[in-house]
Nanobody, 120 residues
Framework: QVQLVESGGGLVQPGGSLRLSCAAS????????MMWYRQAPGNQRELVAT???????HYTDSVKGRFTVGRDNAENTVYLQMNSLKPEDTAVYYC??????????????WGQGTQDTVSS
């Protein structure tokens, strides 16, 4: 079983920055892609950013130029750097890992979610 633990986030002023990290623990797997989602009250869960082990990245239009996803300085850890934050970025942010195992099967796992609030 793979476990994802998120850290970071919190309350920040408009125009400020937050950095989220997502660490995957377990054994016998390799992360194929890490995705960041967010969900605001009353809204559907939205894919924000994607990072693959091949180095490809994708960002939804509303965060392009402000958010950056990449590999952190620890094994199986990915970050989401959020700059120039706006009140509309307020949401619960979730990481999601697509992994493959040594028997070539694929699985996916979710982090617990972190509340990010952008407010003056």
């Amino acid at each position: 079983q793979v476990q994802l633990v998120e850290s970071g986030g919190g309350l920040v002023q408009p125009g400020g920055s937050l950095r989220l990290s997502c660490a995957a623990s377990g054994s016998g797997f390799t992360i194929a892609a890490m995705m960041w989602y967010r969900q605001a009250p009353g809204n559907q869960r939205e894919l924000v950013a994607t990072f693959t082990n091949g180095g490809s990245t994708h960002y939804t239009d509303s965060v392009k130029g402000r958010f950056t996803v990449g590999r952190d300085n620890a094994e199986n850890t990915v970050y989401l750097q959020m700059n120039s934050l706006k009140p509309e970025d307020t949401a619960v942010y979730y990481c999601n890992a697509a992994v493959y195992y040594i028997n070539y099967t694929l699985g996916d796992y979710w982090g617990q979610g972190t509340q990010d609030t952008v407010s003056s």
